[in-house]
Each structure stands twice: as C-alpha cells, then as structure tokens.
C-alpha cells in the first residue's frame, strides 16, 4: 500500500475527476484499490489489462462497422418498401382516365340534347364551358403526378445512398486513426525498441527498483519477442 499511496492523494483523484479524457486506472493487482480506482471512468486489475481496454480488437471494430452498414442497407430497404406500398394506395386511388372521359362524354351528350332545344346563343356558350373542361381535365392527367413522384422517390434513394457511404468512409478513417495512435502508445511498440519489461513471477507486478527483490525471487523479463525466467542471486 505504500507504493500506491501516491493514488490516494486528495490532488491526484480531483485532477481525474475533472479530466476531460477518458481515464483508466489499472495501478497495482487485482485485490490493490485506491482512489483513483473509484473516480476513474474504468477500472482494470493489472496495467497490462488497462492496456487492453483501451486497444480494442480491430475485428471487432470491423464487425460493428458491418452491422452498422448491414442496419443502414436494412432501413433503407425498408423505407423504399414503404414509399413503393404508399404508391401503389395513390395509384389504386386514382380514377382511370377513360372512365372519367366516359362520365364527361355522357354529360356532353345530355347537354347536345338541351342545346338543341335553346338559343344559338346558349349554344355557344354551353360548347365554350365544355372545351373548358376538357382543357383542365388534360393538364390534371394522373400520368403527370406520377412522373413527378417518381421522380422524388429516386432523388431521395441517391441522397440516402451518399449519405450511407459518406458515413461509412468517415468511419473508416476515424478506425485508422485510432489504430495509428493506439500502436503509439501500445507496449508492445516500446519493446519493438529494444526495451524489456521485467515483473515478478509470481504477482505479475512490474519491477520498477531493485529494493522490491529479494536474493531467491524469480522474475520474467519479457522482451520483443519471447521472454527469460531468471532467480535473484544478488541484490545490489
């Protein structure tokens, strides 16, 4: 517990309290606590698990990247269902033309029937209100309406498209630049650099002073690539 006392300061655990960035604390072993383990945003039981939680498996960044994209093909697929479903209701809504030219050619005909029992005058103008309504029946045709839905349905199809691989490459990047930094940081870069890291074999707990072995204690020096099991013979 002297070793960890320095994470019990009042000073140490308010500076993570108010630290932006997240933190992880993984000082000493698994059954060592102190402050800083309880104002820290995560707690792991040893360093080396501390620098696990924050190197994530990029396997698993990959697969929650499909899911998301896998998701946004799945909403996208539906949401074109649905706007196909609500065109075929306005279709289905819609009188066919013929048969509204059939009800227009029987009211014409009715019509000829009075006018040729009124004035020329009345005439004329009953025959004037007809090509009227031809007129606007024509430029009110369904086909127009159609186009123009059509139109916006595959407008919005391209924007969601853009917008789902826009989306993904930002991700993309994002994945490598996390990657670039946590190689950085990453333990494993330091000893790639002819560094070696030697714990206590049976704790685990890294050998930071000479003053916490004793001639006997076997420890593992872990290097770049493999490691060395030795036993204290002597401690200067």
Known sequence: MEDLWSFNDETVARAIYRCRKPIVSG?????????????????????????????????????????????AVYTLQRHLHHKQQQLRVLHARLKHPRDRLEELQQTADRLELRLNHALQTLLHQRQFHLHTLRSRLLRQHPQHRLSASRLKTETLQQRLISITRRHLDQRQAKLQSLAQQAHLVSPLATLDRGYSLTTRADTGVIIRTNQSLSVG????????????????????
């Open 217 to 236: 204690d076997t420890i593992v020096t872990r290097l770049s690539e493999g490691e060395i099991i030795s036993t204290v013979s002597a401690v200067p």
């Open 27 to 71: 000082v000493g072993h698994e059954t060592d606590f102190t402050i800083a383990d309880f104002v820290a945003d995560v707690r792991a039981p040893t360093p080396s698990a501390a620098a696990e939680l924050v190197s994530p498996n990029q396997d698993d960044v990959r697969r929650a990247l499909t899911a998301l994209n896998q998701r």
